[in-house]
């Protein structure tokens, strides 16, 4: 059964920080090309990052150059590096595969910038 578990949100100020995590286990994640979404309130769920199977990144314009995605196949696991963050990046954070069907969503992890 595949579960996907994202961690590492929080409370930031404006400009800070973030590294978020997403283990996954019940999958050959080194199979997969991964993305990072998010989901302001009222809003639909977005991808900001997505990492191929070979590494290869991409990011919407609204994160690009202040986000970078990367992935670990020794620990299943893809990261989130969040820079000079904006109140707009506010939203709950998600992972999943990139392409469709994507698998179950895990409870995501809560990013709230604001100072």
């Known amino acids: 059964q595949v579960q996907l578990v994202e961690s590492g949100g929080g409370l930031v100020q404006p400009g800070g920080s973030l590294r978020l995590s997403c283990s996954t286990s019940g999958i050959n994640f080194r199979d997969f090309a991964m993305a990072w979404y998010r989901q302001a309130p009222g809003k639909q769920r977005d991808q900001v990052a997505r990492?191929?199977?070979?590494?290869?990144?991409n990011y919407p314009d609204s994160v690009k150059g202040r986000f970078a995605i990367s992935r670990d196949n020794a620990k299943n696991t893809v990261y989130l590096q969040m820079n000079s963050l904006k109140p707009e990046d506010t939203a709950v954070y998600y992972c999943?595969?990139?392409?469709?069907?994507?698998?179950?969503w895990g409870q995501g992890t809560q990013v709230t910038v604001s100072s």
């Open positions: 999943n595969l990139h392409f469709l069907p994507r698998w179950p």
């Open positions: 990492i191929t199977v070979g590494g290869n990144t």
